[in-house]
């Protein structure tokens, strides 16, 4: 890997030279007309920015910091809940799966499956995701340098997938705090990657609280711009109607507003710098 190609996702152009792609939605699905809300509001605010779009949640979240939290509708349901959305607004999907049981039923459905960054190296979970023919977000673990993360990546092509989406999310830095470095953004695209910034994990707090992850929204802005000028393929926002009731990460999810706002920001830039395509 060293020149970047563009990828395909959900039949859109992926890479250097291309619209800016967008993932967003929120952390998990609550309810059935939760998500279905969500995805109408957001389809509506990407189609009016004219930016491909892709409407995230979560089925299942398998890695909360306490076993008490919400985690969500489980594969059989929220999967139900997902094809709904996906047939009903017109959107592709992506979800995270976080067992290898799983990437067979999520791929009659979604059109991206996510690695989670906790997981992003376990060889059999990024081969048989690859292998289901779906685009690939793979999250850059908390605890993987950027330079590393191609070899994850290069498990996930050498299956014969070469629509690999890796995302940045932030790098522990110490207990309960994560920084992203913006030289890793450019350090994987010189790698051959497809780059993509989650900024809203990134600025996570780790079981910060008793129990939960807090979060500090108000710098989700200022990542996105960062990332937008260091070079970005693709931006990822959890979005919420209401992220202070929210059930999983509200802490660092926007509202529609902000997302909106951030994502003519990130556009701003790109077309400023010459990135934006059309």
Same mark, same amino acid.
């Given at each position: 890997?060293?020149?970047?190609? =563009?990828?395909?996702?959900?039949?859109?152009?992926?890479?250097?030279?291309?619209?800016?792609?967008?993932?967003?939605?929120?952390?998990?699905?609550?309810?059935?007309?939760?998500?279905?809300?969500?995805?109408?509001?957001?389809?509506?605010?990407?189609?009016?920015?004219?930016?491909?779009?892709?409407?995230?949640?979560?089925?299942?979240?398998? @890695? &909360?910091? =306490?076993?008490?939290?919400?985690?969500?509708?489980?594969?059989?349901? #929220?999967?139900?809940?997902?094809?709904?959305?996906? &047939?009903?607004?017109?959107?592709?999907? *992506?979800?995270?799966?976080?067992?290898?049981?799983?990437?067979?039923?999520?791929?009659?459905?979604?059109?991206?499956?996510?690695?989670?960054?906790? *997981?992003?190296?376990?060889?059999?979970?990024?081969?048989?995701?690859?292998?289901?023919?779906?685009?690939?977000?793979?999250?850059?673990?908390?605890?993987?340098?950027?330079?590393?993360?191609?070899?994850?990546?290069?498990?996930?092509?050498?299956?014969?997938?070469? @629509?690999?989406?890796?995302?940045?999310?932030?790098? !522990?830095?110490?207990? @309960?705090? *994560?920084?992203?470095?913006?030289?890793?953004?450019?350090?994987?695209?010189?790698?051959?990657?497809?780059?993509?910034?989650?900024?809203?994990?990134?600025?996570?707090?780790?079981?910060?609280?008793? #129990?939960?992850?807090?979060?500090?929204?108000?710098?989700?802005?200022?990542?996105?711009? !960062?990332?937008?000028?260091?070079?970005?393929?693709? *931006?990822?926002?959890?979005?919420?109607?209401?992220?202070?009731?929210?059930?999983?990460?509200?802490?660092?999810?926007?509202?529609?507003?902000?997302?909106?706002?951030?994502? &003519?920001?990130?556009?701003?830039?790109?077309?400023?710098?010459?990135?934006?395509?059309?």
């Amino acid at each position: 890997m060293s020149t970047t190609p =563009s990828i395909q996702l959900c039949g859109h152009k992926v890479g250097p030279g291309q619209k800016l792609f967008v993932i967003a939605g929120p952390d998990s699905i609550e309810s059935e007309e939760m998500a279905l809300r969500h995805a109408h509001l957001l389809k509506g605010i990407t189609d009016r920015l004219g930016v491909p779009y892709a409407f995230k949640c979560s089925y299942d979240k398998a @890695n &909360r910091t =306490s076993g008490k939290s919400f985690r969500g509708p489980g594969l059989k349901e #929220g999967l139900r809940i997902l094809d709904r959305v996906k &047939r009903e607004v017109g959107v592709p999907v *992506l979800t995270d799966v976080h067992e290898t049981s799983h990437v067979g039923p999520a791929a009659e459905v979604v059109d991206i499956i996510q690695i989670p960054a906790f *997981l992003c190296r376990q060889t059999d979970l990024v081969e048989a995701v690859a292998r289901s023919g779906r685009g690939v977000n793979l999250k850059k673990g908390q605890f993987v340098a950027p330079k590393d993360i191609v070899h994850s990546a290069r498990k996930a092509v050498e299956t014969g997938n070469p @629509n690999i989406l890796v995302t940045e999310r932030g790098s !522990s830095f110490g207990y @309960n705090n *994560l920084v992203v470095d913006m030289r890793g953004l450019a350090q994987m695209r010189e790698a051959g990657l497809v780059v993509c910034m989650d900024a809203t994990h990134a600025v996570q707090l780790p079981s910060s609280s008793d #129990g939960t992850t807090g979060g500090e929204r108000r710098f989700v802005s200022l990542l996105a711009r !960062s990332a937008a000028a260091a070079g970005i393929d693709a *931006l990822f926002t959890e979005v919420h109607e209401d992220p202070d009731r929210a059930l999983c990460d509200g802490p660092c999810s926007l509202n529609p507003q902000m997302f909106e706002d951030v994502v &003519r920001d990130v556009l701003s830039i790109r077309r400023a710098l010459g990135h934006e395509a059309g």
